[in-house]
């Protein structure tokens, strides 16, 4: 039998201290949101350069991109985000099927362990290249 | 205990489109890294390699499906995050419509963009 607590707002951040692991997911999930969808507006401009006349135009701005370490960095924070966003999308599918409501915490722990893991495991792809 | 928070009415179109769209998201956007970031390093990635991959039909497609339903769902969702944080009544109907026009903008012009990617048109 579940019972509920009065965890108050949780839009309130100024009590984080006391916010339980679904809490934390929501804030992570509306965060990586935010940023992903940005991402894509900004990513719609920088491929923009595609229309262009002159082809070599989306080449060197992508090259020119990459052969900056902060772009490479910021991509593997990106990777980050959208990572941690998909397995909790994930999570969150399953909860609304009905299925690991009682285990959300522990999925979303495992969460992060997978999230940390792929970006860990990737860092040398996105990183290395042109430094 | 186990507790849900959402910022969705359940049961709602947008929910119900929010959770379809994103079904499909989770496997593009997972497809559009390890092509552009593994198989194909990003550093690497040229207007003619684009164009390759862009002329095929199934790959300009799924890329422009992709376009759409980001769109729908980063746009839903920031409309959804800001109604949970108390936006109401004339203020949410110009939030809702201007997030619409850009996202409608966003799609034409990621249209455009695909379109010069590819030579298939």
């Known amino acids: 039998m579940s019972q509920s607590y009065d965890r108050g707002t949780i839009e309130d951040f100024g009590r984080w201290r006391d916010f339980s692991a679904g809490m934390w997911a929501w804030v992570f999930h ?3 949101g935010w940023v992903l969808i940005g991402y ?17 135009v989306y080449t060197n701005t992508i090259s020119g991109l990459e052969d900056l370490l902060i772009v490479r960095l910021l991509e593997v924070g990106l990777l980050a985000v959208a990572v941690f966003h998909i397995l909790n999308g ?7 099927l009905g ?12 969460s992060l362990v997978l999230t940390g893991a792929i970006v ?12 | 205990m186990a507790e849900q928070y959402s910022s969705f009415q359940r ?5 119900v489109l929010q959770r379809l769209t994103a079904v499909f998201l989770i496997g593009v956007l997972a497809f559009h890294f390890m092509l552009l970031h ?11 390699g684009t164009q390759a991959r862009m002329s095929q039909v199934g790959y300009f497609a799924t890329m422009w499906l992709f ?20 936006l109401e009544g004339s203020r949410k109907r110009a939030v809702g419509g201007v997030l619409a026009l850009a996202g409608l903008l966003l799609i034409l012009q990621g249209t455009r963009v695909a379109i010069a990617m590819t030579n298939l048109l």
């Open chain 2, 67 to 86: 376009l759409v339903t980001a769109t729908f769902h980063g746009v839903n969702g920031v409309y959804n995050a800001l109604i949970n944080m108390g």
């Open chain 1, 40 to 56: 894509l507006f900004t990513h719609i401009a920088v491929l923009s350069t595609a229309t262009a006349a002159d082809p070599t």
């Open chain 1, 90 to 96: 994930i999570r969150l599918l399953f909860v609304d």
């Open chain 1, 99 to 110: 299925m690991g409501l009682t285990a959300q915490d522990k999925t979303f722990y495992l």
């Open chain 2, 38 to 48: 593994f198989v194909n390093h990003a550093a690497d990635i040229t207007f003619l």
């Open chain 1, 30 to 32: 509306k965060f990586t």
């Open chain 1, 120 to 131: 860990v495991a990737s860092v040398p792809t996105f990183v290395g290249g042109k430094l």
């Open chain 2, 11 to 15: 049961g709602g179109t947008r929910w």
